[in-house]
C-alpha cells in the first residue's frame, strides 16, 4: 500500500495518497513511511497556507480594522487584523497596525513582538520604528 500511496502523491493525488500511506503504516511499520507521512504533512500544511493568502482580502480585512481602531474599538480590531495577517503574511503594515492596537490595551509584549516582525519584514518601515521607540 505504501508503494501506491507514494504513486498516488506522485500523480497529485494527495489525500488519498497519503490517507494509503498511514493505513500502510498502520498495518507494517516503517520508519521510512513514518517520515515520509511527516514530510507529506508539513507539504500538505504549507500548501494550505498558501492557498488561504489572498492580498485583497486581507487589505478588506485591515481597512475594517482601521475603522474599528479609529472608532476606539481596540479588541474588536484584534481579529480583523489577525485575519489580514494570515491573509497576507508579508505585508510589514498589518503587524505594524496590530501592534498599535496592543500599544493602546497597554500590552508591550505582543506590541514589541508584532513590531519585530514588521521591521524583519521592511526594516525601513518609518512607523515600525515609531512604534518601537
Known amino acids: 500500500m505504501a508503494r501506491k500511496g507514494n504513486a498516488l502523491v506522485g500523480k497529485d493525488e494527495f489525500e488519498e495518497g497519503l490517507e494509503l500511506l498511514k493505513s500502510a503504516n498502520r498495518e507494517y511499520f516503517d520508519s521510512k513511511v513514518k517520515f515520509r507521512i511527516r514530510d507529506l504533512e508539513k507539504l500538505k500544511k504549507k500548501r494550505e497556507e498558501e492557498a488561504y493568502i489572498n492580498p485583497e482580502l486581507a487589505e478588506e480585512h ?46 508591550p509584549a505582543r506590541a514589541l513582538t508584532d513590531i519585530n516582525k514588521c521591521l524583519e519584514l521592511d526594516p525601513n518601515f518609518i512607523r515600525g520604528h515609531a512604534r518601537k521607540g
Open 62 to 107: 485591515n481597512a475594517k480594522g482601521n475603522d474599528l481602531f479609529k472608532a476606539g474599538k481596540f479588541v474588536e480590531a484584534i481579529p480583523e487584523y489577525d485575519e489580514a495577517i494570515k491573509r497576507n503574511p508579508h505585508l510589514a503594515k498589518l503587524y505594524s497596525n496590530r501592534a498599535a492596537v496592543f500599544i493602546k490595551l497597554i500590552d
